[in-house]
C-alpha cells in the first residue's frame, strides 16, 4: 500500500539552527517526490520534485535530498520567515494523484 | 509560471444554499484538475480528480452528487457544494497539472463557512 510518513510532527528551532526534515515513503515505481510549503490559510506552494535516489536540489536555505526509501529537507540557518508546514508527496500506484503526507509544521524563532 | 488562481478566498452561506468556487490555471493548460479539502491542522484530502472534457473521478466516501465539479475548458475547473450545511464548512483547495506532469500547482484556497 503506498504510504508517506513525516517526521517530526512539528519542529521548533532557534533562528540559525539548522535541522533536517524526514518523509518516508513506500510506493511502488517512485515517479518523483514532491515538497511542498503551505502556510497558514493558503494552498501548497511548489518547492522541489526529486525523481531519482541520490539526486539534490536547492533553493534558498533549503535543500533536498533523495534516498531510495526517503527524502530529507535540510534547512540551513532557518530565518522566522521560513516557519510554515512542509508537506512531502508522492504520485500513487497507477494514479496520477498525490498522496501527501501531515507534514511537518516548522516554527523558527527570532 | 504555473499560477492557479481561485475565486473566491472566502464565502459564508446559509445553510441549505449552494456555493461555487472557481479554479484557474493562469498561464498554463491544466489537463487535470484535483480538489482537496483541509481540516484545521491535518493534511489534503483529496476529494476528486477532473480531466478536462470528462467527468470527475470522485475519492471514496465523497458524495457526488453534494459536491459538483466540472471541468469544462483546460483553464477552468468548478465545484459546486450543493445544499451546504455546517459540517460542510472547511477550507477548499484546487490544484492542477498539465499532460504527463505530477507536479501539480495549487491555489489559494477558498475558506467555506456554512451557518
Known amino acids: 500500500e503506498d504510504q508517506v510518513t513525516q517526521s517530526p510532527e512539528a519542529l521548533r528551532l532557534q533562528e540559525g539552527e539548522s535541522s533536517s526534515l524526514n518523509c518516508s515513503y513506500t510506493?511502488?515505481?517512485?515517479?518523483?517526490l514532491f515538497w511542498y510549503r503551505q502556510d497558514p490559510g493558503k494552498g501548497p506552494e511548489f518547492l522541489f520534485t526529486l525523481y531519482s535516489a541520490g539526486e539534490e536540489k536547492e533553493k534558498e536555505r533549503l535543500k533536498a535530498t533523495l534516498t531510495k526509501k526517503e527524502s530529507f529537507l535540510h534547512i540551513t540557518a532557518p530565518k522566522p520567515e521560513d516557519s510554515a508546514t512542509y508537506l512531502c508527496a508522492v504520485p500513487g500506484t497507477g494514479a496520477n494523484n498525490l498522496f501527501f503526507g501531515t507534514g511537518t509544521r516548522l516554527t523558527v524563532i527570532p | 509560471g504555473a499560477v492557479v488562481s481561485q475565486h473566491p478566498s472566502r464565502v459564508i452561506c446559509k445553510s441549505g444554499t449552494s456555493v461555487k468556487i472557481e479554479c484557474r490555471s493562469l498561464d498554463f493548460q491544466a489537463t487535470t484538475m484535483f480538489w482537496y479539502r483541509q481540516f484545521p491542522k491535518q493534511s489534503l484530502m483529496l476529494m476528486a480528480t477532473?480531466?478536462?472534457?470528462?467527468?470527475?473521478?470522485?475519492e471514496q466516501g465523497v458524495e457526488k452528487d453534494k459536491f459538483l465539479i466540472n471541468h469544462a475548458s483546460l483553464t477552468l475547473s468548478t465545484l459546486t457544494v450543493t445544499s451546504a450545511h455546517p459540517e460542510d464548512s472547511s477550507f477548499y483547495i484546487c490544484?492542477?497539472?498539465?499532460?504527463?506532469?505530477?507536479?501539480?500547482?495549487f491555489g489559494p484556497g477558498t475558506r467555506l463557512t456554512v451557518t
Open positions: 490544484s492542477a497539472t498539465s499532460t504527463g506532469l505530477y507536479e501539480q500547482y
Open positions: 477532473s480531466n478536462e472534457g470528462s467527468k470527475a473521478t470522485y
Open positions: 510506493v511502488s515505481g517512485l515517479r518523483g
